[in-house]
């Protein structure tokens, strides 16, 4: 059961686009499309902000679009703001009826 | 309005025991897995146990098994987690949520537990 691997930071300028990596392995991320993100302003609860690896639920910005590739899942910002500085967290299936999260990154507007 | 609240959690010494709870409202409980999570002080955020819409079905996290027990009572809308014999590392915020499509779409307010003597 050990943490998806997330990078601790990630940092980007207004308007640009940023991407937050969560490497797993083939027994879960590789395995499933059951790979959501979660937004964790401070003193906030978490945030859905995609699920089932691509999929946004209603209200989320389409700035925010997920991927996946083997097994590597991918967080995109595009068009940073400012109100997008907050932890986020990956979140998967890895079989046997157990989950994990990733580490989580820090993604900072400059 | 959809919405979880939790009740229970504070200080315990280690070994000790504490309950926590999580009323539902604004939908079908018994419609929806519903999970625990926790954070630990400056850590991220871990997945502790969940529980099948009928409750026949229970999983937990390594770390917890033996010691932890999660249930709920659909005919109260509640969810629960018993904790025994508690240890230092157990130390966190305890946030319920609810299961959608593989992911949690409701998030209970959180709260504190802290193992410490």
């Known amino acids: 059961q050990s943490a998806l691997t997330q990078p601790p930071s990630a940092s980007g300028s207004p308007g640009q686009s940023v991407t937050i990596s969560c490497t797993g392995s083939?027994?879960?991320?590789?395995?499933?499309?059951?790979v959501s993100w979660y937004q964790r302003q401070p003193g906030e609860v978490p945030k859905l902000m995609i699920y089932?690896?691509?999929k946004r639920p209603s209200g989320v910005p389409d700035r925010f679009s997920g991927s996946k590739s083997g097994n590597t899942a991918s967080l995109t910002v595009s068009g940073l703001r400012g109100e997008d500085e907050a932890d986020y967290y990956c979140?998967?299936?890895?079989?046997?009826?157990?989950?994990?999260f990733g580490g989580g990154t820090k993604l900072t507007v400059l | 309005e959809v919405q979880l609240v939790q009740s229970g959690g504070g200080l315990v010494q280690p070994g000790g025991s504490l309950r926590l709870s999580c009323a539902a409202s604004?939908?079908?409980?018994?419609?929806?897995?519903m999970t625990w999570v926790r954070q630990a002080p400056g850590k991220g955020l871990e997945w502790v146990a969940n529980?099948?819409?009928?409750?026949?079905?229970?999983n937990y996290v390594d770390s917890v098994k033996g010691r932890f027990t999660i249930s709920r009572d659909n005919t109260k809308n509640s969810l629960y987690l018993q904790m025994n014999s508690l240890r230092a590392e157990d130390t966190a915020i305890y946030y319920c949520?609810?299961?959608?499509?593989?992911?949690?779409?409701?998030w209970g307010q959180g709260t504190m537990v802290t193992v410490s003597s």
């Open positions: 089932e690896v691509t």
């Open positions: 979140y998967s299936y890895t079989g046997s009826n157990i989950w994990v």
């Open positions: 083939s027994s879960d991320i590789g395995s499933y499309n059951y």
């Open positions: 529980i099948k819409q009928d409750g026949s079905e229970k």
């Open positions: 604004g939908f079908t409980f018994s419609n929806s897995w």
């Open positions: 949520a609810r299961g959608w499509y593989a992911a949690f779409d409701v």
